[in-house]
C-alpha cells in the first residue's frame, strides 16, 4: 500500500457520515477535537455490511487519541458516528495497491537502466543542471 494524500473526516457526536468508497483511503488515527473537548466518554463506532462495531472509546484529558490502521477499498460502503460528547477527528491517507506502483517502478528502472548507461558523466552532469 502507498500513500497518495491526506484523508480527514470530523464526526460530530449525533451525525452519521455514510459513503460508498470511491478511492480507497487508510484511517491511522481518531482524536477528540481538544479545544471544545467536553468530560465524558465518546465512542466512535463504524458501520459495515449492515453490522455495527465499536472502534474505541475516547475520553478528555485521559485517552484523548487512538492510532488505528483500518484500511477501506473502492465500493465498500461504511458509516462513521460518534456516541458521546465530543466530535472526534479520523485522519489518514489515500492509497493505492503496490501491485500497480510496482509494475510502474519496473517500467521507470528498465529505462533509467538503458539510459544510465548510454550517457557519460558529462551528460549526467548536464542534467542535474
Not at 465518546?42 to 458501520?47: A, D, G, H, K, W
Not at 472502534?55 to 488505528?68: D, R, V
Not at 477501506?72 to 460528547?85: Q, T
Not at 492509497?95 to 517500467?107: A, H, I, K, N, Q
Request: proline share 3%; glycine share 6%.
Amino acid at each position: 500500500m502507498k500513500v497518495q494524500g491526506f484523508w480527514g473526516l470530523q464526526v460530530v457526536p449525533g451525525k452519521t457520515y455514510t459513503q460508498v468508497v470511491t478511492a480507497p483511503f487508510r484511517v491511522a488515527l481518531a482524536a477528540i477535537n481538544g479545544d471544545n473537548a467536553e468530560e465524558g466518554r465518546s465512542v466512535l463506532s463504524i458501520t459495515v455490511e449492515k453490522k455495527k462495531f465499536a472502534l474505541c472509546t475516547l475520553i478528555h484529558e485521559k485517552l484523548p487519541q487512538q492510532t488505528m490502521d483500518l484500511t477501506f477499498v473502492e465500493g465498500e460502503e461504511v458509516s462513521f458516528s460518534v456516541s458521546g460528547p465530543n466530535t472526534i477527528h479520523l485522519t489518514g491517507n489515500y492509497t493505492f495497491d503496490d501491485e500497480d506502483d510496482e509494475s510502474m517502478e519496473e517500467d521507470g528502472d528498465a529505462t533509467e537502466d538503458e539510459d544510465d548507461s548510454e550517457m557519460d558523466e558529462d551528460d549526467k552532469n548536464e542534467m542535474l543542471k
